[in-house]
T-cell receptor, first 113, second 114 residues
Framework: QKEVEQDPGPLSVPEGAIVSLNCTYS??????FMWYRQYSRKGPELLMY????GNKEDGRFTAQVDKSSKYISLFIRDSQPSDSATYLC?????????????FGSGTRLLVRP | DGGITQSPKYLFRKEGQNVTLSCEQN?????MYWYRQDPGQGLRLIYY???????QKGDIAEGYSVSREKKESFPLTVTSAQKNPTAFYLC?????????????FGQGTRLTVV
């Protein structure tokens, strides 16, 4: 079993739809939770970053963490064609004197005009 | 502009050759990382370095080697011992560790074995 599970998609939605992207994890030691966006043939860029259970909102994006269920989500409101990309969840695991960043496999999102 | 620069963008390697991927950052970050990305598998950690002249193996270090002689530079060598090197390689850096700080990524190097 992978430490972080993410539905690979692809997920295809019409412009203006609400998108829900999800990841589950198995290790309760994960501390920080992030969502990265990656356009084709580019490096990932950080979208959202959370620590505690609950919701964090930034414009059209909302990140949700449920530590009791080991489940995180990213919601995109009023989706745009420019949101078409691969979305990667990531989590940090404390190791000795540092942290290890573990990624999900990514979900491809296509927003149709 | 500050950031991470990876070169080359595309690299072709013949069977049995070693190749070196460059990663340079001018963000004054202490920590640097190399990831490999394959379709459907997300990012897997190859090596990471928290400080100059020190580095640790990640989850898939076999067939790879790194050096960290300067804070700004963290080159990755893909050796002939790596049996399946064709992949997209990403370098990242962060201020210190990855606990609660953002990891910045380069634009990647696509390596193909011919």
């Amino acid at each position: 079993q992978k430490e972080v599970e993410q539905d690979p998609g692809p997920l295809s939605v019409p412009e203006g739809a609400i998108v829900s992207l999800n990841c589950t994890y198995s290790n309760s030691a994960f501390q920080y939770f992030m969502w990265y966006r990656q356009y084709s043939r580019k490096g990932p860029e950080l979208l959202m970053y959370t620590y505690s259970s609950g919701n964090k909102e930034d414009g059209r994006f909302t990140a949700q963490v449920d530590k009791s269920s080991k489940y995180i989500s990213l919601f995109i409101r009023d989706s745009q064609p420019s949101d078409s990309a691969t979305y990667l969840c990531a989590m940090t695991l404390p190791m000795d004197s540092s942290y290890k960043l573990i990624f999900g496999s990514g979900t491809r999102l296509l927003v149709r005009p | 502009d500050g950031g991470i620069t990876q070169s080359p963008k595309y690299l072709f390697r013949k069977e049995g050759q070693n190749v070196t991927l460059s990663c340079e950052q001018n963000l004054n970050h202490d920590a640097m990382y190399w990831y490999r990305q394959d379709p459907g598998q997300g990012l897997r950690l190859i090596y990471y370095s928290q400080i100059v002249n020190d580095f640790q193996k990640g989850d898939i270090a076999e067939g790879y080697s790194v050096s960290r002689e300067k804070k700004e530079s963290f080159p990755l060598t893909v050796t002939s011992a790596q049996k399946n090197p064709t992949a997209f390689y990403l370098c990242a850096s962060s201020i210190m560790g990855l606990g609660n700080t953002e990891a910045f990524f380069g634009q990647g190097t696509r390596l193909t074995v011919v």
